[in-house]
């Protein structure tokens, strides 16, 4: 069920031929203009010569992309352009996909070395590895028997570099396998990724970790009140759950949950969707895949804070005991939620996850990530993820790990008092869809969410909404939105000196940020002076 593409990041320099292994070298023309011939000879030689590469790079005129033969079929050079908008990511790496598709021609090992910055090297490797998808059930992609194919990566820093190239490869390494892990669960049918499996993902990134999760499922996760989760896959043949993984190093001070959304397929329930809206929805649990394989990164890359990835698992089928409109569920937040869609309901097994960190886990730190709103589409476009946050520090520092990252960011506008009495009831405390789906759904959806913490509006931490609906797929494929941005967001709290390197701002974890009485100018309906 897997194609067999091993990336490897090579963390020194080493010697390949182009007569045996296809070689291209990459990279925006200014870092391939400054990169020395003994950067790259290493793979070129004998079959290239400096001339030769002086003259093709010389060549190159991106408009965005542009690509020069080196020696037959063997070796190539690719560039992408250097021109980038405030809200772009100033890397680039958005190109190498397209670039690798006409760079690495034909089948077999390859080789691939990207000259750029220092700071660059994290969002490039981080394309790599989107450019590789593992699923696939085509009868042509390889049997069992047929070896792996190997892309070896090698960087070549361009300017200061102060990291060092063995941990970078490790750091990528870990990264990549992650990113490839969730758009694997991702693209992976709900035939095969049904709760029961994604529970199976988790245990056996539990296993690697040394962690046992938690796992609430089936008629328990009603007994322990969780209405949202329990309400939306209950209709289901495999029961929903609720799976947390929790990494608790010693001397931690700060305790940070991710919650995703993991509806494995999304029928729209009683509310069904229609045969063209439908298909696709197996990437539903696009926010889940890349909180899990987000969790497992951070902790191999040494987390130094308590951290708790929550995934909130469901498939919204329909049947004979399925949610219907007009049902009242009462979440684990303790309050009551009038169906009035039952296709808005990411936001329902969302808001039992963060009602669980809150309370239960008691984070100072909440994240959710959820393919949640069609609207987020036409809100922040295919490429940026939907931002809303009850604090302007974690929003501008949203967007600049998604540029640094790749995993590009955007906010929404976080205005509770205007946006939330949309989900007004006449017979509980919230209908869960909006009465006006011309203003700000997206924010809206995620208010609800945010409406299930501990306080509601009044949550005395931080509390991040991630909407990546379009961003976890382009084309028919996954991409794995989402891990990336976690990594380089919370990258202060890493032992990994690449993503320190990378992290916006250390000042995002300062004791008056995490205190229980923190607040920023609009952190909530009820302003508060901001803490020093």
Known sequence: MSKKVNVQFAGKPFKSDPAHKHVAILGQVSNLKRASWNDVRNHLEPKVSESVWKGAVASLNPAPTD?????????????????????????????????????????????????????????????????FSLFSMRTDSGSATKPARNITVEFVVVGESTCNMVDVAACLQDTANSIQMAARIVDTPCNIM?????????????????????????????????????????AAVHPPALVVLSHCPPNATKTIAWCGKGIVYDTGGLSIKGKTTMPGMKRDCGGAAAILAGFRSAVKRGFKQNLHAVLCLAENAVGPIATRPDDIH????GRSVEINNTDAEGRLVLGDGVAYASKDL??????????????????????HAAVLTNDEVWEAASVAAGKASGDLAFPLVYCPELHFPEFNSAVADMKNSVADRSNAQSSCAG??????????????????????????????RATGYG????????????????????????????SGNCDGVHGCEGNSVAKRPRNA
């Open 483 to 510: 891990v990336a941005l976690l990594m380089v967001l919370f990258g202060e709290l890493s032992s990994d000196k690449l993503l320190q390197l990378l992290a916006p701002s250390a000042a995002l974890f300062e």
């Open 67 to 131: 690509t020069c033969a080196l020696w037959m079929n063997g070796a190539s050079v690719g560039a992408f352009s250097e021109k980038s908008s405030r809200h772009n990511m100033p890397s680039g790496a958005y190109h190498i996909p397209k670039l690798l598709r006409s760079c690495l021609l034909g089948k077999g090992d390859k080789v691939l070395v990207v000259v750029c910055k220092e700071e660059e090297m994290f969002p490039c490797g981080c394309a790599i590895a989107r450019s």
């Open 362 to 383: 008691k984070a100072d730190i909440i994240l959710d990530m959820a393919t949640l709103t069609g609207a987020q589409g036409v809100s922040t476009g295919k490429y």
């Open 447 to 476: 208010l609800f969410i945010g409406s299930h913490l501990l306080g509601a509006f009044n949550f005395p931490g931080t509390w991040v909404h991630v909407d990546m609906a379009s961003p976890v797929h382009s084309g028919e």
């Open 330 to 333: 009462i979440l684990y937040s």
């Open 194 to 234: 049904n709760t029961t499996q994604f529970v199976k993902e988790a245990e056996d990134v539990g296993l690697e970790l040394g962690i046992k999760p938690t796992i609430i499922s089936g008629e328990e996760l009603n007994e322990r009140g969780f209405g949202g989760i329990y309400g939306v896959g209950k």
